[in-house]
Each structure stands twice: as C-alpha cells, then as structure tokens.
C-alpha cells in the first residue's frame, strides 16, 4: 500500500475556526476570557495535530496541555505574518521531541501487531485492521530523524503545502521537499520490513 494511502488514512481534520486578532490583543493583555476562546477555538485542531505528531494520544495530550500553559508567554512571540494557527503548530512541532521520545519508548513495550486486510471495509475487523495499519506507520515514523517525521506530517498527514510547512518547521520549502522525498524513501523500506505492501 502507498504511503501517501496510508498517511491520508488519518487526514487532518477540518481546520477550526480562526483567531482574530481583536481576540488575541484582549489575550495579551491578559483576559482570562480570551485565552479561554483562544483555547476552545484551536485545541481540537492542535491535540490531532499533536496525536499525529507523537502518535500515542497521553503524549499527545501532555504535549497540548505544555503549549497552552505557555500561551500566555508564546502571545508575545507571535508576530502575525501567518495565522495564528500554523504559530501554534510550530510550537508544537519544536516542542514535541521530548514527548515523542516518550512515546516511542512506551510503543516499543507493546510492539505486537497483526494486520489482516481480507475484511470488507465497515465491519469491525476493517477498522481494528485500519487502526493497526495507522500503527505501523507510526511505528515506522518512530525510526525517522525528527526533522523528517515533521516534514512528513505537515505535508503527508496533515495536508499542508510545501509553503506552509516550511513556515511551521521554520525551514526552507526546499528543505521541506528534500526531507519528505527522505522519509518517504526510509518509509516505504520500514513499512516493507512490517510487511505492509
């Protein structure tokens, strides 16, 4: 199977409701209120992000309850020339190597799959092969180097362009392009080892 296939299996989901900027100004003068809005318009948005940075859904939370902790400080940082949401993203995405270090840890102790594809697709057998299938490609992004896991969510995962991942990573679109034409190569041989084809 095609890795973009299995990527697009856990496609991001539809983009939550915009930040204005009237709302983040309140934010950073410190209205609870406000941080609170902030909260509840982007966390959906960054939780499945952060799941399918990590893949494990406790790291994933520990990552989404880091970020917002700090929002009130990263406020300041935020500079405007890209939507607030691709900001929090890249925060994430820098801050998510310890969690997934964590999470790696904690798949390697329960490394038992079995992936049968002979299910017709809705049945409940279809969906537990479906979440193993999104396992092992999980599994297999835990042996990429993290510049390239990143550069293979943002584009492959979670759909953004080429432009719009290099603005989260805080790279070069280039450098977006090399590191994904990489981890795809390195996928395609890992998930072959897992005997996913």
């Known amino acids: 199977m095609p890795i973009a296939v299995i990527a697009r299996l856990h496609r991001a989901s539809p983009a939550s409701a915009s930040v204005d900027a009237p709302l983040l100004a309140s934010a950073r003068g410190g209205n609870t209120a406000a941080l609170g809005r902030i909260y509840e318009l982007t966390q959906h948005r960054v939780r499945c992000f952060a799941r399918r940075l990590v893949g494990d859904e406790a790291a ?51 490394d038992r799959f079995a992936l049968d594809d002979r299910n017709p697709p809705g049945t409940p057998e279809w969906e537990t092969g479906r979440h193993e299938l999104a396992a092992m490609l999980v599994r297999a992004l835990d042996t990429l180097p993290g510049e390239q896991r990143l550069a293979f969510v943002l584009r492959e995962v979670e759909g953004f362009s080429a432009s719009e991942a290099a603005s989260i990573a805080g790279v070069p679109e280039a450098t977006i392009r090399t590191r994904v034409f990489h981890a795809r190569r390195k996928l395609q041989v890992e998930l072959g080892r897992l005997g996913v084809s």
């Not at 309850?65 to 400080?73: A, Y």
């Open 60 to 110: 994933a939370e520990d990552l989404l309850q880091d970020v917002f902790v700090c929002l009130p400080r990263l406020l300041g940082r935020y500079r405007g020339d890209a939507p607030f949401e691709m900001f929090l993203l890249g925060v994430v995405s820098r801050r998510a190597w310890r969690h997934l270090r964590t999470a790696i840890r904690r798949r390697k102790l329960h």
